[in-house]
């Protein structure tokens, strides 16, 4: 992260600033809770959107702030769906503490998991967050008398969220369940992200040495952040095991690990909202070209993939937020240095 | 006993000839391609395609199969690999996904999503006795092959003015142009040749491994394995890492079926725990 070349800022006020949400995001989250009602027909659809949001969320925290690719995240993400599901299926229906569960069971993995995903090279990171997931899809395919195998598993039945609202056929409460805990775990992230234990990722993300100098140990923090971000995922999973009452097997599928690595870019790394916006985006395109080409629309996000790193996604996720403030600079007749002005 | 420990052997030759390419794209010049499965997929579907329906021998279809898949790698590394080469990892695993996603459906869209059959000639259908165990004439001749090219490939990078020139242009690409040495040129042949051998693999994996269009994604970890696990020094590395890795797998499956799978994934992590940069780490 580079720093913003104008006024030195207290530490202080460089760990607020951002810490406290703008009234534009108040506004989104409100239209969000307002879908319920303008689009009563779309809950289902809304209510994935929701779920791939906080798993991208949860990506977010170890690639845009810990600079960690990962090409295993779904490990997490079937980890909590596995947990969730089975813990319901065996009489403890509770949501919330399915979701605890579901969290856990993640954070357990994560953690053991970090401990190699850490060690060595960008190529060694990759190779082993791969080989972790293929492992654990392994691991369900093969043990089909807990977890149902190829066919799934079966007979997930919810309680009522909070003892108060149950599970309908339209996913109303589906819908706004899972907004409920996007929103709680958003606003936990920002919290983390901002606080001086954030900063110290940027910094060991920025160069790791120079961050061990400074009293940083760096493993440490990675290893933290990492099973943070597993049990991001695994909430993500329990979410989509309780609404939909379903666990298959495709929750552990490449495809889920890469298709979050295509959401998170699309709407930008390191900033937190760029997994909500990006979440969006590819699930309206992804309905809108499977109701196109039902069998192949996998080659139009690929194409998407290859388009975006063409372009450059820093440009594309970048450059409107800078047009918007150099106009803004220019209405005001602020104009900057010319120094300033990055390429 | 033999008789395992020789598929095992030519399995781990396939998947050396498989990955080379990608141990030295990946593990030499540090781009990390998870595309390099769609070549073998080139060349698969290339040496089945003339085999079904251009009645052409299997033999011919090797060589074919090795062309077709080298030149789309010198015309794929000419218009978009190439542009790759100085981005971050996060950019080329982002790129080559979409690579992936894109040549599976197209594949599946052109072909359809069945496997493909190659029907071996009869001179490599049956088996003979060596040692007390039986093996598979074509497992034979796999692994005759695969030796030949193994060793052609370790002196070309050794022995000749090209893999010096090679070796230069990997560790320090600035000063081997400054040298005069075409490093542009250096990395597209080897990247053709990298391709030309995942398709040349590719075609002899086919009766072997199943050819299908989720091939590169089935044998992506496979790769990766090979490339992680060997170390970034050269193909000697990914030469043993292979071996080690098909004989695991393949006794694995054997002996204890119920956990078949994840013996490779044992075997890798615990190499990765003892030598993080894989077997045989360059000395920095």
Redesign the interface.
Known sequence: MTAPASAPLSARSALSRGAVPPLLEWAAWAAAVACVFVLPSKLLLLNEIAILALFALSLDLILGYAGIVSLGHGAFFGVGAYAAGLLAKHGFGDPVTGLFAAAGAAALVGFVTSFLVLRGSDLTKLMVTLGVAMMLFEAANRLDWITGGADGLQGVVMKPVLGLWDFDLFGRTAYLYSLGTLFILFMLARRIVHSPFGLSLRAVKGNALRAGALGIVPGRRLVAIYTLSAAYAGVAGGLTAQTTQFVSLDVLDFTRSADVLLVLVIGGAGNLYGGLVGAGIFRLMQTWLSGITPQYWQFWIGLLLVVIVLVGHERLTRGLPRLAAAALRRLRGKADAPGSTRP | MVTILFDGIAYGMLLFVLACGLSVT?GLMNF?NLAHGVFALVGGYVASWLMNRHGVSFFLCLPAAFLAAAAVGAVSERL?FR??YA?S???Q???T??????????V??VMGPQQQRIVLPPELRGRVEILGGSIGVYRLFIVALCGVVALALQYLLIGTRFGSRLRAAVDDARTARGLGIEVNTVFAITFAVGSGLAGLGGALGADVLGMDPHFP?KF??YF??V??VGGTTGIAGAFVASLLLGIADIAGKYYVP?VG??II?AV??AV??VR??GLFARAR
């Not at chain 2, 996904?97 to 197209?106: D, E, N, R, T, Y």
């Open positions: 990946l990390v978009l542009r790759l981005s990892h996060l950019d695993v982002l790129f996904i979409g690579i992936v996603f894109m040549s599976i459906a197209a599946e869209y994604i992506l970890v990766l394995i490339v992680g119920e799978a994840f994934y890798m992590v990765l725990i993080p940069q």
